[in-house]
DNA sequence: AGCACGCTAGCAAGCGTTTTCCAGACCGGT
DNA sequence: ACCGGTCTGGAAAACGCTTGCTAGCGTGCT
């Protein structure tokens, strides 16, 4: 069994006969030019002895750990894995790394993992959906938030509105009158949900009335549940709209148990565009959040610093599978 | 914009009128103890100033992190994504807090990852379904493997092999004899995978044979191509086993779009059992991963430590939906 | 009265880095 | 010869924390 081996760089400066502020020069290729032999010779120690330095005590001198946290309502989420993927994918490319914490959407314990994030001495927070709005008056460090504007601090989301919209008015010209919407999470304080909005923005513009609504928690037994509801519905939708994919592969099943057919009987859009709706049966069509854009974005932010507060929105792509009926 | 804030325990100190070793104490409740009213007069400090203990120093001073690394091959994988949220449950409980990235199923970058973690100070890595064998000689802290087993290090797993057989035994209880496979990843060095042996387990102890087999990636779309090959097969399944959730969403598509039904036609069954299954149509018959069981063990395993290397395995449940016939 | 001990609190070393400041060596130019 | 400049390397402070050691001081026991 290796027993722990902390070779320190006073180790390594030993063995290669010069004092411990050439190796940091070395190491860290910094501006301090070192003798090409002198350098080698401090290498070869390196490699000889197995050095590795020690980034806590360089955070400790630098002041920055170049470590994000990142906090989801659920890292269950096939969204948020997507999301959080995406984001250790810019942050890896970058020298950083992720510590990556749930919530569970519950607020006290959102702000219990924002304080023991930032005990850690994080380098930024990306706070992904976030329940209420967070106390961030004391935090000291960058913020994003994802998915969601925060009065504080800035935001990457994709264009709700639009998308849901572009979404709707392809339903439309696929001759549907009836849309209904199955709409996510309990009302964000009065504010109608973006989707929602985009979802009325296309009947309108198409001259056609609300179709029925439910509102249900983001969850497949959600949307499974709004399904229902919505198929009982007094003038029975021809095409639904869910918010999320976990809603519509929910609401999927919810119509293949009545014995429906999709898209012939009922067409099914989502939003979200996880990988799951590829496979879905039909495939679902899908809004997709550009998940990689946001992230890069946000990543960058939180590295390259911001000049000023705002929330960012990205298009999103409108992809055509079966569930629509193209 | 609030300003970068360190006060520090220096601040606390100097604010209460005792020495920084005082502060340290009531922080850390530690075995020295402090009088009452000094404690009181400290944490009004902390509160008033606003102190929040450095997490960094403390790790350079203590020696530990009390921070693990967890490396998957892909983050965005529903199965990976539910373990890494049960992992950071249990951690969260302990007061830990994981590092999470990706190795995109490359060795190379999945030693770099790890390298870039043994810098970070890690107190314990998780190799969640490792490559090659990483070489794991000069960490010097305690690593757990979780769905492989690696020759140096301890790792938890199910039970494949039982669960795999239970699963298909299930499927000829159902009345099938043509049972096909979806067997998954490379050949893993000449030793035929434990689910493929527990298929052929099940087989023989009905005194049947093989069914047709195919080899795919652990993908979705790997499924969908093993599913459509399998369909070909000179002799078609009446049941195929997907030796992972993905497969057999994939191979649920095949069997679909060649008009086939599920599962009157066709019964399917797979293993992992992450949420997805549950609402795909047919819902899925499952071989479920004990994934939180596991989870805590590992994580116990890196705390509390262990007396010797060994390979855990945990028992599976057969969760019974639609697509076997039940 | 003397002493040992328990309780509380302070001092200071040290964890492994980075970085500032300084020192020496060597060079070319006067 | 001397001086200024360039190049290379070393000494040491500081980052914020923990903890062993020490000290002051009441209290109870002999």
Redesign the pocket.
């Known amino acids: 069994m290796p027993k722990a081996t902390?070779v320190?760089?006073?180790d390594v400066a030993q063995y290669a006969?010069?004092?411990?502020?050439?190796v940091?020069?070395v190491?860290?290729e910094?501006p301090?030019?070192?003798?090409p032999e002198?350098r080698e010779r401090v290498l070869e120690a390196i490699r000889v002895l197995g050095?590795?330095?020690?980034a806590t005590?360089?955070a400790?001198?630098?002041?920055t750990t170049r470590t994000f946290g990142l906090i989801t309502p659920d890292g269950g989420n096939p969204l948020f894995a997507e999301l959080a993927k995406a984001i250790d994918k810019e942050a890896s490319a970058r020298g950083y790394v992720v510590l990556q914490t749930s919530a569970d959407g519950d607020p006290v314990t959102e702000q219990a993992k924002i304080a023991e994030l930032l005990i850690r001495q994080v380098s930024g927070l990306l706070l992904v959906a976030p329940t209420e709005d967070p106390d961030l008056t004391e935090v000291g460090i960058p913020v994003i938030a994802i998915n969601r504007v925060l009065p504080t601090v800035s935001s990457v989301r994709p264009q709700y509105r639009a998308g849901a919209r572009a979404g709707v008015k392809h339903l439309i010209e696929h001759g549907h009158r009836t849309i209904g919407l199955v709409i996510g999470g309990r009302g964000t304080g009065g504010r109608a949900p973006e989707r929602e909005l985009g979802w009325r923005d296309a009947l309108r513009q198409a001259g056609l009335e609300d179709g029925p609504t439910a509102r249900a928690r983001f969850s497949r037994q959600g949307g499974y549940d709004a399904g229902k509801e919505l198929l009982a519905a007094t003038k029975r939708p021809t095409a639904i709209f869910a918010s999320s994919d976990l809603q519509a592969v929910g609401v999927l099943r919810a119509i293949h148990e009545a014995g429906l057919r999709v898209p012939d009987d009922i067409a099914v859009l989502a939003f979200d565009g996880t990988a799951e709706t590829e496979y879905s049966w039909p495939p679902l069509t899908v809004v997709r959040q550009p998940l990689d854009r946001m992230a890069r974005e946000a990543v960058s932010r939180l590295i390259d610093g911001e000049d000023a507060v705002q929330s960012l929105t990205y298009p999103t792509d409108l992809i055509l599978r079966k569930s629509c009926g193209c």
Chains 1, 2 share one sequence.
């Not at 050095?51 to 020690?54: C, D, G, L, Q, S």
């Not at 400790?60 to 002041?63: E, F, I, K």
């Open positions: 902390p320190t760089r006073n006969g010069v004092s411990t502020a050439v940091s020069y190491v860290n910094g301090r030019r070192v003798a002198t050095y590795r330095p020690n005590a360089r400790l001198r630098m002041g």
